[in-house]
């Protein structure tokens, strides 16, 4: 074994002490730390993305999250059943009991994705925190990832766009899905549909850092009873559900 | 022949240098460019190209070759865009020298306007371009 560095160890003992001033009982910090990266920074695998819906707090009739993603990302109102729909409102009934629950379904951003999986071009692809995403510049639109999902969540761009934004862009003849406004979570923000259910009350989508134990969503998963949708497929889904 | 095709040849080459046949075009807001405009008029695409697999595969952003960073400099302040006219900055070269452009079948051509940036004092000249933008 190597000389021990003195030097080393003698920093680390002082940071530690450091640090330990700014934490007032363990697991509590006098101030959170930002989550946006640096510029130049990637995307770490130290971090899971996630949300946890509860559809007990989402409201019948409401569509503030969907109207809020086509606004952030640019997809028209679909018209059509062909047409891109990135997230949309679900109603089921358990038939025995006529029990109905209310509940926004998109990308469930898998640990284990079947779209990767299939991609031809690797054109499908999970990102290093765990938001699955589609790399358009090597799709070829052959749409086997969306016979692949489970949740129905992916959509082709059959029509040409016209209106581009300059976050996300979006074009004809590729495959796109919820990317979990990956774009706001670079900067330190919430995805669209969460600001958009927080501000009209609902605050039926938590988002969070599934990986952090002592983040708000790690904390909920772990004092409630949620379920993972199609759990029998063992995708481990990003997202998760409480109330159904 | 051949000694005839080399004379038609040279006398040609002046004509290929001359400033009338390069594009004259709006350069938009200009200024320093991140890298030495003649490095940038070879190699632009290679820079773009690498960017794009580090920004969309591993999440790098903030660097100083985004695509978002050219447009915002280069779009006319006429139509608050990189294409439209062979004077545009992106569209004016690329027809020059007959390459086709595809990242704006996805990516925006135009200058991000923030909405606050609306209201704020511009030119008058730049107002009224981005009114016809809006609209």
Redesign the interface.
């Known amino acids: 074994m190597s000389k021990v560095n003195l030097d080393r160890r003698d920093f680390l003992g002082k940071a530690s002490v450091a640090l330990g001033g700014l934490a007032i009982a363990p697991g509590m910090m006098l101030f959170d730390f930002a989550q946006a990266r640096q510029p130049g920074e990637p995307a770490s695998s130290a971090v899971r993305w996630g949300m946890l819906i509860d559809t007990t707090r989402c409201e019948s009739g409401c569509d503030d999250c969907v109207t809020a993603c086509r606004k952030e990302n640019g997809w028209p109102e679909p018209q059509a059943a062909t047409d891109v729909q990135w997230i949309r409102k679900v109603e089921i009934k358990q038939i025995s009991t006529g029990r109905h629950v209310n509940l926004p379904m998109m990308c469930q951003h898998c640990a284990n994705p079947p779209c990767v999986d299939v991609c031809p071009t690797a054109a499908s692809f999970k990102r290093a925190d765990g938001i699955v995403l589609v790399d358009k510049h090597r799709c070829i639109g052959c749409r086997y990832c969306m016979m692949a999902c489970p949740y129905k969540a992916r959509s082709f761009v059959h029509e040409p766009v016209l209106d581009h934004d300059s976050d996300m862009p979006r074009g004809q003849g590729t495959v796109e899905s919820c990317t979990m406004c990956v774009h706001r979570v670079d900067r330190g923000e919430q995805p669209a549909c969460v600001e958009a259910c927080a501000k009209n009350g609902s605050r039926a989508i938590l988002f969070g850092d599934l990986n952090d134990p002592n983040s708000e969503i790690s904390l909920r998963i772990r004092s409630v009873t949620t379920t993972q949708l199609r759990a029998d497929l063992g995708l481990n889904t990003g997202i998760s559900f409480t109330g159904i | 022949m051949r000694a005839f095709l080399l004379i038609l040849l040279l006398a040609a080459v002046p004509a290929w240098a001359g400033d009338s046949i390069v594009p004259k075009l709006d350069i938009g807001r200009g200024g320093q460019c991140v890298e030495d405009p003649a490095f940038m008029r070879t190699n632009h695409m290679k820079l773009i190209m690498h960017q794009?697999?580090?920004t969309?595969?591993?999440?790098?952003?903030?660097?100083k070759y985004e695509l978002?960073n050219c447009?915002d400099c280069h779009a006319s302040k006429d139509n608050n865009s990189v294409l439209g006219s062979n004077r545009n900055f992106c569209q004016g070269c690329h027809v020059y020298a007959a390459v086709k452009i595809d990242c704006?079948?996805?990516?925006?051509?135009?200058r991000?306007i923030p909405p606050t940036a609306l209201a704020s004092a511009e030119p008058a000249s730049s107002k009224v371009a981005i009114t016809e933008v809006g609209k």
């Open positions: 794009r697999d580090e969309v595969r591993k999440g790098i952003r903030g660097s978002t447009v704006f079948e996805c990516h925006s051509s135009r991000k």
